[in-house]
C-alpha cells in the first residue's frame, strides 16, 4: 500500500469530498481518509434525504444567513461560491432545481445522487480513498510542520492535510469531533461546541399539558429576546408546536441565538416571542377583532378563523374570557388579546443537544486560519473545511454551502502549498 502523498484530506464529508476533488484536479496525488465503511454517511441524511445541495442568492445574502462568523467567508466565496458549485454539478451530469427560498435540490430529490456525483469526480480526479481507515493523530516534522497522518492502519506521509472532520453533531454518522482533538494537540484553540439549528425546549405549561402538540402555522414571526427586553433576531417562517417545545424552520433559526444567551446566564431561560399576525399591526388586528365581535355569540364562537383554533382557545384562555358573550368585551380586553395575537411570550430552557441537532456551532478559532488560503497560521501545511471551523449557517443550503467551498479552496491551495498550480 502507497503510504506517501502530496495531500492527505481526513474525513469523506462534502467538505472532504470536495478537498480531494480540488486538489486532484490541480495535479496533486491525493488521499482521502475516512473511517466509516463508505464516504458522504451524514450527507446522505441531508434535506430530509434529498439534500439541499446549495442556495441560490446571492453572496451578500449567503453571509446574512451564515450567522457564525459568516463573514470569514468572503475570501472563500470571492474565489469559489454557490455559483460555481451549481455549475461543477452541471459538469457532473447532475441537473438541480430551485424551490422556495433559493433552495437547490437534485431533480432525483436523492442525495445518493450528489453523492454519487461528488465520489465519481473524486475518482476522475484521481483520489486514492481509504475507507475504514481511522485518523489518530497529526503527524509534524521537527520544526512543527505537517508531515502526514498517523491512522490505525499505519502512519501516511504529506507534505499538506486538510481537515474535513465535521462537527459533533449526529455522532453516529461518525461526527465525532475528532478533528478538534487533532487541531488542539497542534496549538489550536477550539471555541465552545454547542448546538444550533436544533429544536426549542420549553417548560410551559401549555407546552407540558400538549394543549399545541402538533400544530403548525405558516409565516409566524418568532423573535428570540435580548437583556434588554429588545428583539436579538426575528424569523418569519414557519413554526410547529411538539410535545416538548417548538420546532420547524423558525425555531431551528432561533436555537443559535438561543444558545449564546443560555451561555451568558445558564440559570435563566430565554425568552421567545411569538407574533401570530406579522403582517397587521396591533391596532389593525385589535380592528379585526371589534369587527369580528359584532356578533350575538360568545368571544370563542365570534373570532372562529382569527387563529388557528388551539391558539386561538389558549389565548382566550389566558385572558379568561372564551365564555363571555361576545358584546360584553371591553376595549380593554380587545387590546390585551390583541397584544397576546402580537406579542406571546414562550421561555425556552435549553435546545435539544448536540447529538441530535442539525449543526455545530463552535471550532477551530478562525483568529488562526488564514481567511484566504484556509491554511493554519500556526501549523504550515495544515488546512480547514467544513464544519471543524467556527462557522455555522441555517438550515437552507448554507451550511452545505460552506462546506463546498472552503474544500474547494483549501484542496486548491493544498495542492499549490507542495508544487501544484
Known amino acids: 500500500m502507497n503510504k506517501n502523498y502530496d495531500v492527505i484530506v481526513v474525513g469523506a464529508g462534502p467538505a472532504g469530498l470536495m478537498s480531494a476533488i480540488s486538489a486532484g484536479e490541480q495535479g496533486a496525488r491525493v ?7 463508505k464516504p458522504g454517511r451524514k450527507l446522505l441524511m441531508t434535506g430530509g434525504g434529498r439534500c439541499n445541495v446549495t442556495n441560490n442568492r446571492p453572496v451578500a445574502d449567503l453571509i446574512t444567513h451564515i450567522p457564525g462568523n459568516g463573514r470569514f467567508l468572503y475570501s472563500t466565496f470571492a474565489q469559489w461560491d454557490n ?28 442525495s445518493k445522487t450528489i453523492l454519487q456525483g461528488l465520489t465519481t469526480a473524486a475518482e476522475k480526479a484521481g483520489v486514492t480513498f481509504l475507507l475504514q481507515t481511522a485518523a489518530t493523530k497529526l503527524i509534524t516534522d521537527g520544526e512543527g510542520r505537517i508531515s502526514g497522518v498517523r491512522t490505525d492502519q499505519g502512519d501516511f506521509q504529506a507534505p499538506a492535510v486538510i481537515l474535513t472532520t465535521g462537527g459533533i453533531t449526529y455522532p453516529g454518522t461518525g461526527s465525532t469531533g475528532d ?42 414571526a418568532l423573535s428570540v429576546m435580548g437583556k434588554n427586553g429588545k428583539p436579538i433576531v426575528t424569523h418569519k417562517m414557519d413554526l410547529l408546536f411538539t ?21 451568558e446566564r445558564p440559570d435563566q431561560p430565554v425568552t421567545l416571542v411569538l407574533d401570530g399576525q406579522p403582517d397587521a399591526t396591533a391596532q389593525e ?16 364562537n365570534a373570532l372562529n378563523g382569527l387563529l388557528p383554533e388551539r391558539l386561538l382557545q389558549l389565548y382566550l384562555d389566558t385572558l379568561q374570557i372564551a365564555d363571555l358573550p361576545a358584546v360584553q368585551m371591553t376595549e380593554v380586553q380587545v387590546q390585551q388579546l390583541a397584544a397576546l395575537i402580537k406579542q406571546f411570550p414562550i421561555r425556552v430552557t435549553r435546545t435539544i443537544g448536540l447529538e441530535k441537532a442539525f449543526v455545530t456551532a463552535g471550532g477551530v478559532n478562525l483568529k488562526e486560519v488564514s481567511p484566504k488560503t484556509l491554511e493554519s497560521k500556526l501549523c504550515p501545511g495544515l488546512f ?14 448554507f451550511n452545505i454551502t460552506s462546506a463546498l467551498c472552503t474544500g474547494h479552496v483549501a484542496g486548491q491551495h493544498a495542492a499549490q502549498t507542495v508544487g501544484y498550480w
Open 31 to 37: 488521499a482521502l481518509l475516512e473511517k466509516n465503511k
Open 83 to 110: 455559483q460555481d458549485i451549481m455549475a461543477f454539478f452541471a459538469t457532473q451530469r447532475i441537473p438541480l432545481k430551485e424551490e422556495d427560498h433559493g433552495r437547490m435540490f437534485p431533480v432525483t430529490d436523492r
Open 179 to 220: 478533528g478538534y482533538k487533532f487541531a488542539k494537540a497542534l496549538g489550536h484553540t477550539v471555541t465552545p461546541l454547542f448546538a444550533t439549528e436544533a429544536p426549542l425546549v420549553s417548560e410551559e405549561n401549555f407546552i407540558k399539558s400538549g394543549a399545541l402538540q402538533g400544530l403548525a402555522l405558516q409565516e409566524a
Open 243 to 263: 410535545h416538548f417545545g417548538l420546532s420547524g424552520p423558525a425555531a431551528l433559526r432561533c436555537a443559535y441565538f438561543v444558545n449564546k444567551l443560555l451561555r
Open 285 to 300: 388586528v385589535a380592528t379585526q377583532i371589534k369587527r369580528m365581535l359584532a356578533s350575538k355569540k360568545t368571544v370563542k
Open 384 to 397: 480547514f473545511a467544513g464544519e471543524v471551523l467556527d462557522i455555522n449557517g441555517y438550515t437552507g443550503g
